[in-house]
């Protein structure tokens, strides 16, 4: 044999090797398989009246991933990445999304937006899949409490069952309630909310003074509270996304009927205080976080952290809405320990993780743990503050 083709031969041995290296490296796991990315699907609002929504979430999410990247990434240095898609408040929308998220880019987890109805036309998507779905800003009580087993479904957000009673509370304490009105969105979300209010006022002993509804799309709603003043109701409690909800408020001015309205968060996560006007400082609503006052040191360096990433963050009063980026923050920040912990992204064994995390020092708070596989709920009743609008800005309410 030649010395031309014995070296032939030697670098035709050193490219097979070579190849059957990379091959086995991307069989096991090794570097080759290191350089893909761990993608994250979000399914939110980018657009309409509640796009607000979808941007604090994507956000929130943002930050977690760019710190767990900064950090290494996980499994031995794949970085996370972040795929939207807009549902545009639609359920049907929602799940052709969900399911392209999950079929098509594979996605190892998905997060949810504002919508209730949206969330639970994913449900059943996610679990029959075995992708942990988390959601972050919808509340509906059905959405982790949905009757699977096993259930991939978490929520780093309020429960309606939970907030309803936290309403109720607040409005016998604050205004001495007596007799509630009901103004509740025609909808799942809006059914889940009459459910847990009727619930907690029969608790409470306070009388529910009657119930009405509106669709999202109407624009007057005289008649409504009309027949609720006319029911003799002390105390409003609204249930609504921004758009329907300031045309409640703009249909009470309309009324001349000066009566105090207390309401669930989805008014925040959109143009309510442009829509309702002047109205719409008079409005006093739930959230689970706010960015104003003495911060722990998560909430320091997250706020320091979206000053720099968003030219439009001055401060805690433009960190709107902070629901969104509180939860999906704290959300996305117990998935990668969840990740870590399963060693993978096997859907099963991330459910099981999240399951039996320990503890981990959140923004929102401490928590010791997070989930239990009774529990896919996060947050409870005493996570939950008062807030109102000061022009456009979401702060505390102080009695």
Excluded: C
């Excluded at 761990?38 to 994507?58: C, D, F, H, R």
């Excluded at 939207?84 to 929602?94: I, L, Q, T, V």
């Excluded at 003043?229 to 329907?244: F, I, S």
């Excluded at 689970?288 to 009063?317: I, M, R």
Aim: net charge negative.
């Amino acid at each position: 044999m030649t010395e031309h083709k014995k070296a032939a031969g030697r670098q035709g041995s050193i490219l097979a090797g070579a190849a059957l290296a990379v091959l086995l490296a991307a069989v096991s796991g090794g570097p080759a398989r290191a350089e893909e990315p761990i993608k994250i699907g979000l399914v939110a609002a980018l657009s309409g009246g509640s796009a607000q929504s979808g941007e604090g979430i994507t956000r929130g999410l943002t930050i977690a991933i760019d710190e767990i990247n900064a950090s290494g990434g996980l499994l031995g240095g794949r970085r996370l990445e972040l795929i939207r898609r807009d549902d545009e408040s639609n359920p049907a929308k929602g799940q052709i999304a969900a399911r392209e998220l999950i079929d098509q880019e594979k996605v190892a987890a998905l997060f949810g937006g504002i919508d209730s109805p949206v969330a639970l036309a994913i449900v059943p998507i996610a679990n029959q899949a075995k992708v942990p779905f988390f959601s972050v800003w919808a509340a509906a009580t059905p959405i982790t409490r949905n009757g699977a087993d096993p259930n991939y479904v978490f929520r780093v957000s309020a429960v309606d069952v939970l907030v309803d009673k936290a309403l109720t509370n607040y409005a016998i304490k604050t205004y001495h309630a007596k007799r509630l009105g009901l103004i509740l969105v025609n909808n799942p979300w809006g059914e889940s909310n009459e459910k847990g209010l009727t619930a907690a006022a029969k608790e409470d002993d306070v009388a529910i003074a009657g119930i009405e509804k509106f669709e999202d799309n109407d624009v007057d709603m005289v008649a409504q509270l009309t027949r609720l003043k006319g029911d003799g109701a002390d105390t409003l409690v609204l249930v609504g996304n921004a758009a329907p909800g300031a045309q409640v408020m703009k249909s009470l001015v309309r009324t001349g009927w000066s009566v105090p309205v207390i309401s669930h968060w989805g008014i925040s996560g959109g143009r309510f205080p442009e829509l309702a006007g002047p109205a719409a400082q008079k409005v006093e609503f739930i959230q689970t976080y706010s960015f104003f006052g003495k911060q722990n040191a998560v909430g320091q360096k997250l706020l320091a952290e979206l000053q720099a990433k968003y030219p439009d963050v001055k401060g805690p009063a433009q960190v709107i809405p902070p629901v969104g980026v509180a939860n999906a923050y704290d959300g996305m920040r117990i998935l990668g320990l969840a990740i870590a912990q399963a060693g993978g992204t096997d859907g099963d064994k991330m459910r099981q993780a999240l399951e039996h995390l320990g503890r981990y020092e959140g923004l929102i708070k401490t928590y010791d743990p997070p989930f239990s596989p009774q529990n896919h709920d996060a947050l409870s009743a005493g996570d939950y503050i008062m807030v109102h609008f000061v022009g456009s800005q979401i702060e505390p309410v102080t009695n």
